[in-house]
């Protein structure tokens, strides 16, 4: 499976940006679907995941309220709906599928990252 994420881009503090992520080239029939990121000099982290259903989501402490997940099966294509972004949220944004969990190493396919800059 290949994923192409896109979206990302400079926004002020409080603007909004929507990512999204398609996957091709097999199927991702029962996989989940996650956002994680990696900002400069720091690790990667998780961000958000749903399940195939879009039943079960889970999302990163900091970014609940701001951060929506979604997906669109019949597309092949995973959202992350960013609103109220702060210059902390500024990362390189990865998409991933695989189990549904937080941990990188649940993810056997990612993505090429899109970059997201807040400034403030």
């Known amino acids: 499976v290949q994923l192409q994420a896109s979206g990302g881009g400079l926004v002020q503090a409080g603007g909004s940006l929507k990512l999204s992520c398609v996957a091709s080239g097999g199927t991702n029939a029962n996989y989940a679907m996650a956002w994680f990121r990696q900002a400069p000099g720091k690790e990667r982290e998780f961000v958000a995941v749903i399940s195939w259903s879009g039943g079960l989501m889970k999302v990163k402490d900091s970014v609940k309220g701001r951060f929506t997940i979604s997906r669109d099966n019949a597309k092949s294509t995973v959202y992350l709906l960013m609103d109220n972004l702060k210059p902390e949220d500024t990362a390189v944004y990865y998409c991933?599928?695989?189990?549904?969990?937080?941990?990188?190493?649940?993810?056997?396919?990612w993505g090429q990252g899109t970059l997201v800059t807040v400034s403030s």
């Open positions: 991933a599928t695989g189990l549904y969990g937080s941990r990188a190493a649940d993810f056997g396919s």
